[in-house]
């Protein structure tokens, strides 16, 4: 059965069912590119620099749906007998790509959105910042207020569409991890180079004609939410350029959120407090690992260098942490 990916844009003239033509059309330039190589990569393991009749795969668009700016393509599903590097929905590959790329909800996020409900922040802040499943509690809490019958504006809103599509795509990181793990280093440098700039090019539309978009997924009739951004999330993306292999260095972690897998760290070469990030597929298996590194003075770290146009090293992506004593 065929994939239903949805790109649904929200706020400003979006909500009369109109787009900005300009930005329309680079929207779905970028998207189109994006969708494309990552099926090729899907199926191969690499993605063309240029695309032709020869290795575009047949992505179809619906018409467009009323209501906010609402746009359909369907995308090949996973074929009996068709042999793919990766057993996966294309709809899960682009969760990998927007993880490393998007930075999830955390504490901070949480409570600028609440801090519009004075009750809300109050609660937040006695009852769930700083635990485990801050995402969880934050959910919970909403979804009781929404049972109840409570209007919540529209920043509160906006905060629960983000924390449901980050867990949705935190689920989906983990139901397909043994199939993730078999992306190597400079395939995985190379898909995370080549996704941000489409990434950030296909929220365009978020400068006059819409204030959100969400991307969703629906296979099996299954309806999930993996990404709700607004423009202030698609500025934050860094025009990345990863490196295509792991570097070690020794770093000092200062602060690590458990939930998101983000984080600050110190390092002699590096200026400042600059971020990591642990991917969301090995949250689970890397947290306590962690949080047990915060108690030491520097620990031994495998990652990436996410590095600017102009090749400065701006984060580090963490794939392993282990103790200096071991060595």
Not at 10 to 20: N, P, T, V, Y
Not at 26 to 49: C, D, H, I, M
Not at 225 to 240: G, H, P, T
Request: charged content about 30%; glycine content about 4%.
């Amino acid at each position: 059965m065929d994939e239903k990916i949805s790109f649904v844009f929200d706020g400003k003239i979006a909500s009369e069912h109109q787009m900005d033509f300009y930005e329309a059309a680079r929207f779905q330039y970028s998207a189109s590119r994006l969708l494309v190589k990552l099926e090729n990569f899907r199926k191969t393991g690499e993605f063309p620099k240029k695309i032709s009749y020869k290795n575009a795969p047949e992505i179809r668009i619906l018409p467009a749906r009323p209501g906010s700016f609402g746009l359909d393509i369907i995308a090949p599903a996973i074929a009996m007998g068709t042999p793919l590097l990766l057993e996966v929905p294309i709809g899960a590959l682009f969760s990998y790509v927007i993880d490393r790329i998007f930075r999830p909800g955390d504490d901070e996020a949480i409570r600028e959105a609440l801090a519009t409900n004075r009750e809300l922040v109050e609660v937040f802040d006695r009852t769930i910042a700083g635990k485990d499943d801050t995402i969880d509690r934050t959910l919970n809490l909403l979804q009781d207020r929404i049972e109840k019958a409570d209007q919540l504006n529209d920043k509160i809103a906006a905060l629960y569409e983000r924390l449901i599509a980050d867990q949705n795509r935190r689920e989906q990181l983990q139901e397909f991890r043994p199939e993730f793990r078999k992306i190597g280093e400079g395939q995985n440098a190379d898909l995370i180079t080549m996704s941000a700039p489409l990434l950030k090019e296909m929220n365009v539309p978020l400068r006059r004609s819409a204030r959100s978009v969400t991307v969703r997924t629906t296979q099996n009739d299954r309806p999930r939410d993996i990404l709700r951004a607004s423009k202030e999330m698609a500025d934050a993306v860094d025009l990345a350029v990863v490196d295509r292999h792991i570097s070690t260095i020794d770093i000092n972690i200062v602060q690590f959120n458990k939930n998101n897998g983000w984080g600050k760290f110190e390092n002699r070469e590096w200026k400042g407090t600059p971020s990591f990030q642990i991917p969301g597929d090995m949250i689970d298996d890397m947290k306590q690992t962690v949080l047990v590194a915060m108690n030491k003075d520097l620990v031994e770290v495998d990652c990436y260098f996410v590095r600017s146009p102009a090749g400065v090293p701006q984060r580090i992506i963490v794939f392993d942490v282990n103790s200096i004593d071991e060595y």
